[in-house]
T-cell receptor
Framework: NAGVMQNPRHLVRRRGQEARLRCSPM?????VYWYRQLPEEGLKFMVY????????ESGMPKERFSAEFPKEGPSILRIQQVVRGDSAAYFC?????????????FGQGTRLTVV | AQSVAQPEDQVNVAEGNPLTVKCTYS??????LFWYVQYPNRGLQFLLK??????LVKGSYGFEAEFNKSQTSFHLKKPSALVSDSALYFC???????????????FGTGTRLKVLA
């Protein structure tokens, strides 16, 4: 039973390019969460999605960032026109449902470096 | 608003000694609390959770956590630390967003545990 799969593990982009980060949740999980972790900092919530729905995007920057979780395929976090400040580790987590008492399972993360 | 605080950036403990990593929380309603561990360049691994019932929760790798409602704390403990326990530990609460009414995981800033041989 594969865990949460994120790819790529490492991504290098030049300033102004687009970054696309993919997350395949655990089998049977329909809830996905994206977090950003800066060096020596904690996890900052970005967005919470269910299949074909954005549940909570209160942590997403208003510009350049978008996320989707289509009916088929992985969840995508898209960053347009990347800047150096976007360099961070981006983690995806999934849970089987939205109940309060279920734990989320995390992927290994995508480390984005903007040069 | 829902929040989690980890007051210590780093905790040092000698191998074989007991360890405690502190966490306090603020939620409205019943708290659902979690501990995760992160090893270098890895994702977070689930350790344990408190839902209801017994205040002492046992988890993976010999870790346990004590829920204290009056002190709004959920401290992570282990009776005898190992060098391999050295990692970054995160406390989290599943809290309801006041704006959307939905539930998301809110993490503390993390505590780096160093177990010295």
């Amino acid at each position: 039973n594969a865990g949460v799969m994120q790819n790529p593990r490492h991504l290098v982009r030049r300033r102004g390019q687009e970054a696309r980060l993919r997350c395949s949740p655990m089998k049977g999980h329909s809830h996905v969460y994206w977090y950003r972790q800066l060096p020596e900092e904690g996890l900052k919530f970005m967005v919470y999605l269910q299949k074909e729905n954005i549940i909570d995007e209160s942590g997403m920057p208003k510009e350049r960032f978008s996320a989707e979780f289509p009916k088929e395929g992985p969840s995508i976090l898209r960053i347009q026109q990347v800047v150096r400040g976007d360099s961070a580790a981006y983690f995806c987590a999934s849970s089987p449902d939205g109940r309060m008492n279920t734990e989320a399972f995390f992927g290994q993360g995508t480390r984005l470096t903007v040069v | 608003a829902q929040s989690v605080a980890q007051p210590e950036d780093q905790v040092n403990v000698a191998e074989g000694n007991p360890l405690t990593v502190k966490c306090t929380y603020s939620v409205s309603g019943n708290p659902y609390l979690f501990w995760y561990v992160q090893y270098p360049n890895r994702g977070l691994q689930f350790l344990l959770k408190y839902i209801t019932g017994d205040n002492l929760v046992k988890g993976s790798y010999g870790f346990e956590a004590e829920f204290n409602k009056s002190q709004t704390s959920f401290h992570l403990k282990k009776p005898s630390a190992l060098v391999s326990d050295s990692a970054l530990y995160f406390c989290a609460v599943r809290g309801v967003s006041p704006t959307s009414g939905t539930y998301k995981y809110i993490f503390g800033t993390g505590t780096r545990l160093k177990v010295l041989a």
